[in-house]
């Protein structure tokens, strides 16, 4: 009894050691990032405040240099450049360099580059979300909802388990392989290639630098060219954190330009990972074919909205605001299709219009707005195309935001959140990612009718299924075509850090996030070695040895059977005839 209290006592001093040592916080260096030029004072912002008139058509995507403005002011922010080909090689070709010495640190050094970097952003919140909403036009709670606790959450996952989910890992040898130890290794591609949206500047920028630098490799981002601004303060960050702990300079790079910029990346990298249209994940994978290397494309979402009878209609009314509100042009491909049972119908676009009518768009930095610009120039055209097809063929608009101050410039930035009804598939809205604050609303009647037309779609990213039983929504769910399931609840898979994110169909393939996400990083190698070296190693039986016998296929059936037939009986039977051969093969060699 007295050894069980001695073993009982030291676990709970073991216990409390370490909770008391997880009390002391870790020595991470504070970093300085300079940003004068980017706050609303500096004097960028002083020499620069004329109202920027951007070209309209092809002639905006071209050119030496990438202009910048603000979308929901129109102010003029300054230019980067538009880096040639030659130039896009040059910049490869340092991070190459850089990651050779890189791979060869350890997972401990790796962490601390991740803790500065999580210390910086929970310190410097305020700015990194004032300079998205600069640069796209977004509110400050969209970006620190979208930004800043993903990328927060990313880390601290990366912290936690990303170290396990890159060591070794040993896998069973079978019944032939018994004397081997077989396991898997992941080691560092080289370089990546990343194109990235708009819509995150920062989140789309860290997200795949995170999982390549930990998993050891280098990385080259190719920054939207309707998010440059913002993207090339928020690389300053990156530098000053591998600074800070001594990484090579040239691990991280961002370049910026158009297609010429982005062409010449994705055929010199060793990975290409793609944010962005699916017509130009069409051209990227054209163009990763010419020197087959890996590509995972995240590209255009549609997802379904079901909210089933049986819900809490006050409760899931404000989740599909925030739903659609996503899709409002500076966000994320959010909530794009409405399906609400037709018993419930009535009540819940009663909500919604209630809702709506009090929500309110105008320059996120300029007053307290629910919503802000759109990012990209000419948008609201194509927006007013949807809702005109969809008006033309039967639709009703049912509810409309209204507008704050907006300046005279920047009307064609802004697109009022609106809430149709009697859709149907034939639309242009419910089949074309609309990527706005458009919120059609559909009836359905029956599980089989809904899944019938959630899956009506070209893409398959995501989908949110609502209803008071959670196995019902999660039946439904698991009938959706998609990558991204929430089950009672929109979007929150992205805050599981833990878990793969991607779509199917015209939304992409490969995953980042997750395991998968950071494994699809590496070089995925399996290795196979004797278990008991030297002692026991691979002999290759008398039969089968050149010149082969005469029985060598007869000695091969056996050892067959011997090691997978169906019964004990029929392996013991095979294995007899298998050590008899061997011993009448000794005999005429003796």
């Not at 927060?152 to 896998?171: A, D, T, V």
């Not at 009090?358 to 949807?386: F, R």
């Amino acid at each position: 009894m007295a050894f069980w209290w001695s073993l009982l006592v030291l676990a709970f001093a073991f216990a409390v050691c370490k909770f008391l040592l997880m009390l002391i916080p870790p020595k991470v260096p504070s970093i300085d990032v300079d940003a004068s030029d980017v706050l609303e004072d500096g004097n960028q912002s002083q020499e620069n405040s004329f109202i920027y008139v951007p070209p309209r058509g092809t002639a905006q995507q071209s050119g030496k240099k990438v202009q910048c403005y603000e979308p929901a002011t129109m102010k003029y922010l300054g230019y980067v450049p538009a880096l040639t080909s030659d130039e896009v090689k040059e910049q490869i070709e340092k991070v190459r360099k850089a990651q050779k010495m890189w791979a060869k640190t350890s997972f401990k050094q790796r962490r601390q580059f991740l803790r500065i970097l999580l210390k910086y952003i929970i310190k410097h919140q305020a700015l990194i979300c004032e300079i998205s909403s600069r640069d796209t036009g977004k509110t400050m709670v969209d970006a620190s909802l979208g930004e800043i606790m993903t990328t927060c959450e990313k880390i601290n996952w990366l912290l936690s388990e990303g170290e396990q989910c890159l060591k070794p890992e040993y896998r069973s040898s079978g019944r032939a392989m018994l004397h081997k130890r077989s396991r898997v290794e992941f080691h560092p591609l080289g370089v990546i290639g990343a194109i990235v949206s708009w819509n995150y500047p920062f989140h789309n920028i860290f997200n795949p630098m995170l999982a390549a630098v930990f998993s050891g490799n280098g990385i080259v981002i190719k920054i939207s060219e309707h998010a440059s601004w913002s993207g090339c303060f928020y690389f300053r960050i990156i530098q000053s954190a591998l600074a800070a702990i001594g990484a090579p300079e040239d691990l991280v790079e961002v370049i910026t330009g158009f297609a010429e910029t982005g062409e010449a990346l994705v055929s010199s990298v060793d990975k290409v990972i793609f944010v962005g249209s699916p017509g130009v994940g069409k051209m990227i994978m054209k163009n990763a074919a010419e020197t087959l290397i890996p590509v995972t494309l995240e590209l255009g979402g549609k997802d379904a909205f079901i909210v089933c009878e049986d819900v809490d209609v006050d409760h899931v009314a404000q989740i599909a605001v925030r739903a659609f509100l996503q899709s409002s042009g500076q966000n994320c491909a959010g909530a794009e299709r409405f399906y609400v049972h037709r018993n419930i119908y009535p009540s819940f676009v009663s909500k919604i219009t209630k809702i709506i009518k009090s929500v309110t768009a105008g320059p996120p930095l300029a007053g307290k707005y629910d919503m802000g610009a759109l990012c990209m120039h000419e948008h609201s055209e194509k927006l007013e195309g949807l809702v005109n097809d969809a008006l033309d063929k039967g639709a009703e608009i049912v509810a409309r935001g209204s507008f704050g101050h907006i300046g005279e410039d920047a009307v064609d930035q802004y697109f009022p959140p609106t809430v149709i009804v009697n859709v149907n598939h034939s639309m242009r809205l419910m089949q074309e990612e609309a990527f706005g604050p458009i919120m059609p609303i559909m009836k359905f009647s029956s599980d089989e009718e809904v899944i019938k037309l959630a899956n009506d779609s070209k893409y398959g990213l995501g989908c949110a299924v609502f209803s008071g039983s959670q196995s019902h929504a999660r039946e439904i769910a698991s009938h959706i075509h998609c990558g991204v399931a929430a089950v009672n609840d929109f979007a929150s898979n992205y805050m599981c850090q833990s878990l793969p994110f991607g779509g199917v169909k015209h939304s992409g393939f490969g995953r980042f996030g997750g395991v998968e996400g950071l494994r699809a990083c590496c070089l995925v190698k399996s290795v196979v070695e004797d278990r008991w070296w030297p002692f026991i190693k691979t002999k290759i039986p008398k039969p089968i040895q050149y010149p082969v016998a005469e029985n060598g296929f007869e000695f091969q059936e056996s050892l067959v059977e011997a090691l997978y037939g169906l019964s004990i009986w029929d392996r013991l039977q095979a294995l007899v005839t298998v050590l008899k051969m061997l011993t009448e093969q000794s005999k005429k060699e003796k």
